[in-house]
């Protein structure tokens, strides 16, 4: 399983942003697929899951209402859309997912996933 991660950039506040993960090596079916971020000199965080099975979704308090996700089955791709994007938004995204499902209470836990993408670099200009 490989996961590629796009559509990183540099943007100004205010605007929107789509980042992508092609999952590659199996089609979509019961696992979930995470988003985390990694500011300059912070700890990597979670940012939002999605189950594959159910579609069940979680977001971190800090960007509910502004991030969403859609989902291409034919690509095996999931877009995470960001809109509002505000400098605290900066950081390298990663994806990531796991085998099997997992719990929705767990989707939030870095130590679930097995599988991990390069990720992609998000700068947001003020």
């Known amino acids: 399983v490989q996961l590629q991660a796009s559509g990183g950039g540099l943007v100004q506040a205010g605007t929107s942003l789509r980042l992508s993960c092609a999952v590659s090596g199996r089609t979509f079916s019961t696992e979930p697929v995470a988003w985390f971020r990694q500011a300059p000199g912070k700890e990597r965080e979670f940012v939002a899951a999605i189950s594959t099975w159910n579609g069940a979704t979680r977001y971190a308090d800090s960007v509910k209402g502004r991030f969403t996700f859609s989902r291409d089955n034919a690509k095996n791709t999931i877009h995470l859309e960001i809109r509002d994007m505000q400098p605290e938004d900066t950081a390298v995204y990663y994806c990531?997912?796991?085998?099997?499902?997992?719990?929705?209470?767990?989707?939030?836990?870095?130590?679930?996933?097995?599988?991990w993408g390069q990720g992609t670099l998000v700068t947001v200009s003020s």
């Open positions: 990531a997912t796991r085998d099997g499902r997992v719990i929705a209470g767990a989707m939030d836990r870095a130590g679930v996933y097995n599988y």
